[in-house]
């Protein structure tokens, strides 16, 4: 066959899989785009027509599908060696080394840049909160591979131990901050024992089930909680005791400089900041350390693990422990930061939020989830304005990912230790009766 007719051939193809991509979205759009229904005053059922937004979306999946099959094709089929030329190769090694060091560089940045900008600097401590929230949960997913579907249970009783806490005993925000942490891991060990001989998906349902279980106990006890009224009047963090007040014992006044209400939330963003760096640093150092070991091993192969002697009880419920703590740590800090918290903040979709960005930015990945987080929470926030495609976008994304990535933006599920080098063995040392 000759290179025309080998092309032709291709081009061919190429415009038949996109045709069907397009009729695929013709469908499937319709009648979530094409065709708008809503109630109308009387009760009858009105609706309203929006082809053109139905045409550009078609065209983008036909176009698009086009795109996708040439790379696929520049890129070569699956299973053959991929040669990637040594520049290219040189200068990827070098972005994927320095994105974390900018990245930090410019967080630490952001109150300085964005001072004037209150909405960038409540964006920017949301991010965070959820960054804090994806690395201990990461603890859970990405390490020790147990599927955690009741994460935000953790994250509501360190709000609701700070809050109460705070307002009935009058304790401050650095005492509160560990014995809800303390007071979070307590429960993680609590779930952790029913579940110790659950794995997979009849793990998800029971820690759903807690989660829930959770969110019902703090919506009725309202004599505790208050119910759904939630508590209020949650008081704010200071800083070694000076608070951030415009009264004379505030800390504008004692530095002598004017006050101003901005400086309370660039606190709250380098407080979060700092807690999301320990949660961090303390995750790698775990990770390095035999306990972290037992997570990996516990993660590739529970059976090989058990063979090896590890006490899967103590490493299933250190994993749940850890992860719940940094969830105390981050709920406590969201309940001084609202300063007013109720049963509404801690739903099942909060959980769903939260694992989405630990598998979107690759399991074990530390990285990948603080990457995930910013993408997540940044994009719902760039769509805010399209209400009605936000989620659709989000859920197509998903799906590309999934497809193109499916370890994530970062996958790593590489072990802390191994061998460099194959090592020989003697002969006498593993023949029969030797081992």
């Known amino acids: 066959m000759s290179v025309s007719a080998s092309r032709a051939t291709g081009a061919a193809f190429i415009f038949k899989k996109a045709s069907i991509s397009a009729l695929v979205a013709l469908v499937l759009f319709s009648l979530m785009i094409g065709i708008r229904t809503e109630a109308g005053p009387t009760g009858q059922l009105i609706y309203w027509t929006r082809f053109p937004e139905l045409a ?195 800390l504008a006044a004692k530095l002598g400089i004017e006050f101003s209400p901005t400086h309370r939330i660039v606190f709250l963003f380098y407080l979060i900041l700092a807690l999301a760096l320990l949660t961090n640093w303390v995750t790698i150092r775990l990770r390095r350390l035999p306990i972290g070991r037992a997570w990996e091993a516990l993660r590739e192969d529970e059976v090989a693990c058990r063979a090896l002697g590890i006490n899967i009880t103590t490493t299933k419920l250190t994993a749940f422990a850890t992860g719940a703590m940094f969830g105390g740590f981050a709920g406590a800090f969201f309940a001084t930061r609202q300063g007013f918290i109720s049963p509404e903040s801690f739903t099942f979709q909060e959980s769903a939020l939260v694992l989405a960005i630990v598998v979107l930015g690759g399991m074990g990945s530390q990285l990948g989830v603080a990457l995930a987080a910013l993408t997540m929470i940044g994009g719902f926030e760039l769509f805010r304005g399209f209400d009605q495609y936000r989620m659709l976008v989000f859920g197509v994304a998903m799906v590309l990912l999934m497809i193109f990535r499916p370890r994530g933006l970062i996958g790593h599920r590489a072990p802390t230790v191994f061998l460099k080098k194959s090592q020989a063995i003697s002969s006498d040392l593993v023949k029969e009766g030797a081992g």
């Not at 520049?74 to 030329?85: D, E, L, N, Q």
């Not at 080394?97 to 109150?111: E, G, H, N, W």
Request: hydrophobic share 55%; with cysteine.
């Open 56 to 250: 550009a979306m078609v065209a983008t999946v036909f176009f698009g599908s086009i795109l996708v099959e040439l790379l696929r094709r520049w890129w070569g089929r699956a299973g053959t060696v991929r040669i990637v030329p040594p520049e290219v190769a040189h200068a990827l090694a070098l972005a994927r080394r320095a994105i974390a060091p900018l990245l930090l560089i410019f967080t630490f940045l952001v109150p300085v840049i964005f001072y004037d900008q209150r909405y960038i600097l409540d964006l920017g401590i949301l991010v965070l909160t959820y960054v804090m929230l994806g690395w201990g949960l990461n603890v859970v997913v990405g390490l020790a591979g147990l599927l955690d579907l009741g994460y935000v249970a953790f994250y509501a009783v360190g709000a609701y131990s700070y809050a109460l806490l705070a307002t009935n005993f009058g304790l401050s925000f650095w005492i509160c901050l560990p014995l809800a942490g303390i007071l979070a891991a307590l429960w993680g060990v609590m779930l952790g024992f029913p579940v110790l001989r659950l794995r997979g998906d009849y793990l998800a349902i029971v820690t759903l089930a807690f989660g829930e279980i959770i969110r019902l106990v703090i919506t009725n006890w309202q004599s505790l909680t208050g119910g759904p009224n939630g508590i209020s009047s949650i008081p704010r963090p200071s800083l070694f005791g000076i608070p951030l007040t415009p009264g004379d014992d505030g």
